[in-house]
């Protein structure tokens, strides 16, 4: 199950990554684009862990 997670998690951050490389290097409104982008994967990503700490602690899992 944990891979389930996983995997899609790492490709998340690796994109996060690109992300903020592409907001480096771009200008102007790629620039904007680029950091709308990373603003709503990073959004998103916050999220999703807040969920997943929640669904864990309902399970008794902890968090």
């Known amino acids: 199950m944990d891979d389930d997670v996983v995997a899609p998690q790492m490709r998340q ?12 290097a771009s200008r ?3 620039r904007r684009d680029a950091f709308r982008r990373l603003m709503r994967q990073l959004a998103t990503m916050a999220l999703m862990d807040r969920t997943r700490d929640t669904v864990r602690k309902a399970m008794g ?3």
């Open 13 to 24: 951050y690796g994109d996060i990554r690109n992300l903020f490389d592409e907001v480096e």
């Open 61 to 63: 899992e902890g968090g």
């Open 28 to 30: 102007g409104e790629e």
